[in-house]
């Protein structure tokens, strides 16, 4: 089963950016969906943008525009990009993999079955 990695979160400024990466441990283009979430202290994870084999992007309402979702295939790695982070963007970002397809509701939990452990990005007004 594919293992998850994820790196690049720490602490920024409103209106800054940060690149979140997540190296997985096979190749994961044209096999796995893959999604980033987070989880900010009492709330639920919410589903922020997903990509699937055919490099279709999906986001969520709240981040389109200001998120960016790629892979690098050669690396295995996926990427996010976050710019004009807010305060409410304060969170536990993590990695999310599931085969074989992205699904309509990938912005759910329960749509993936592979995380990783997660990195944490807290921006301060």
């Known amino acids: 089963q594919v293992q998850l990695v994820e790196s690049g979160g720490g602490s920024v400024q409103a209106g800054g950016s940060l690149r979140l990466s997540c190296a997985a441990s096979e190749y994961t283009y044209s096999s796995y969906c893959m999604g980033w979430f987070r989880q900010a202290p009492g709330k639920e994870r919410e589903g922020v943008a997903s990509i699937d084999t055919d490099g279709t992007t999906t986001y969520a309402d709240s981040e389109k525009g200001r998120f960016t979702i790629s892979q690098d295939n050669a690396k295995n790695t996926l990427y996010l990009k976050m710019n004009s982070l807010k305060p409410e963007d304060t969170a536990m970002y993590y990695c999310?993999?599931?085969?074989?397809?992205?699904?309509?509701?990938?912005?759910?939990?329960?749509?993936?079955?592979?995380w990783g452990q997660g990195t944490l990005v807290t921006v301060s007004s």
């Open positions: 999310a993999a599931e085969e074989p397809l992205c699904v309509e509701w990938w912005f759910l939990e329960e749509s993936f079955g592979y």
